[in-house]
């Protein structure tokens, strides 16, 4: 008996540790800060550029614009343009978005809990 097995199933096991996986992309891409930051800001509902940017402080508006433009290519993030004088842009997450989220989230929870935890952070 055949059983049809998963387009994944063809490339092999995902392993995030061999250079030709394609889960390093996504690594990546989710271990960049300003993806994380630019994901769970997020979280709470579509947000415009400008809020995204005061929310994230330290990012410039070239990095904000590539950051959002990776994670809507690769379905995290959705672009929204509203027809207005001037443009009406919003980001909100996809499900795909809202899932990376839960991770995300809880490393951030993390680390703000332990920053004091590491001698080299603790001054700062």
Request: aromatic letters at 4%; charged letters at 25%; one cysteine or more.
């Amino acid at each position: 008996m055949l059983v049809s097995m998963p387009e994944t199933a063809a490339c092999g096991p995902r392993d995030v540790y061999t250079a030709a996986c394609p889960c390093r992309e996504l690594l990546d891409l989710l271990a960049n800060k300003w993806s994380a930051l630019a994901l769970t800001a997020l979280e709470d509902g579509p947000r415009r550029f400008g809020s995204l940017r005061a929310k994230l402080e330290g990012i410039s508006p070239k990095v904000l614009t590539q950051t959002l433009r990776r994670l809507e290519e690769l379905g995290l993030v959705d672009r929204t343009v509203y027809p207005s004088v001037p443009l009406h842009v919003e980001y909100s997450l996809t499900r795909l978005g809202r899932d990376a989220c839960v991770p995300l989230g809880e490393l951030r929870r993390w680390v703000e809990s332990n920053v004091d935890r590491i001698p080299a952070l603790a001054l700062a």
